[in-house]
């Protein structure tokens, strides 16, 4: 007996999971941008200003994408997240310039910072986890607060050097006791010098792409599906036997790693890196925050097209002079309402059902004919 093709009971094998779909399509989407900016670029048509945006716009996406997954999918509230990528930033750098003359090869030495980077960030992700974790709420909110203050003062108290007779590490320059002929590679506030530039856009695309495949592919494995099932319901998630401290821990863990590779790409960007209130102070982590909330919890499409948007924007509007923070505190407002408005998500909900239903009526004429 043969069997029926148009049965709704026999699984069609070509058919995609709606989840690949969607991660197919938000890959898609950073890919287009990638294609259409390195055309623009390579044909002249780019102005150096706008030039100089796409690999701040890349760190910043993997910054939005990496702590969604501690805001959004996880449901817990850090306010440190600049801290992590200070810790990248800073080891990341201080790899490069101590290896600059020992490992020649660009791309090796940078693929080694980064690896250095994102483990000292992971360590430092489990060590402040294994705590703080246990909080919640605005408690949780503080304390990563304080972390992220408490790392940016560590890093500009510190001064590091080197010389024939190996590291020296004191609170003042002073207090070195270094050769002549040594080298201070970290100069407390005045931070570190001399790292390579070696960050360009084509090194940010492909780290933003591996970033959305961990953490598209966490959000949809087992793993990803226990992790959400704590932020909606952390009781009903211990009542079957589900770890919450540990799953907790590995996100904080995987974001905190993501942060610290962020960090090295902000670095290698730089002539000089320095730890103040503009970068990887409250200001920073309140930024990547508002990329967050105004892509949309949860949702890593939103957060890429957030941070992309808002950060090149006061660049954009740098023609209408006076008028340019108004115009972006609106829009920024106007974000908020479309993205979170009861109105615009119930708006959103019935396209989506509409559209639906269309799909399924053109699929049902089509094996009709």
Known sequence: MEKNSNSPLVKKSSSIRPATKKNLITYAVVVAFFVLFQTLSATGNLKNAYKALLVPICIYVIMAVSLNLVVGVLGELSLGHAGFMCIGAYCGSFFSVLTKDIITVT???????????????????????????????????IVTLAFGEIIKTVVNAIYIGKDSKGFHMAMSTAGLGMEPDGQVILNGPQGISGTPRNSTFVIGFILVMITLFIVTNLMDSRTGRAIMSIRDNRIAAESVGID??????????????IAGCAGVLYSHNLATLTANTNNFGYNMSIMILVYVVLGGLGNIRGSIIAAALLYSLPELLRGVRDYR???YSLILIIMM???????????????KFRLKNKKGAAAESKEAV
């Open 107 to 141: 791309w090796l030495r940078f693929t080694l910072a980064f690896v250095v980077a994102a483990v000292a960030a992971a360590i430092a992700g489990i060590l402040i986890g294994i705590p703080v974790l246990r909080l919640k709420g605005d408690y949780l909110a």
């Open 244 to 257: 919450v401290t540990k799953y907790k821990l590995m996100v904080f863990t995987v974001s905190a790693a």
């Open 337 to 351: 309402i479309v993205n979170n408005g009861s109105f615009f998500v119930a708006l959103r909900e019935k396209l």
């Open 325 to 327: 923070m108004l115009i």
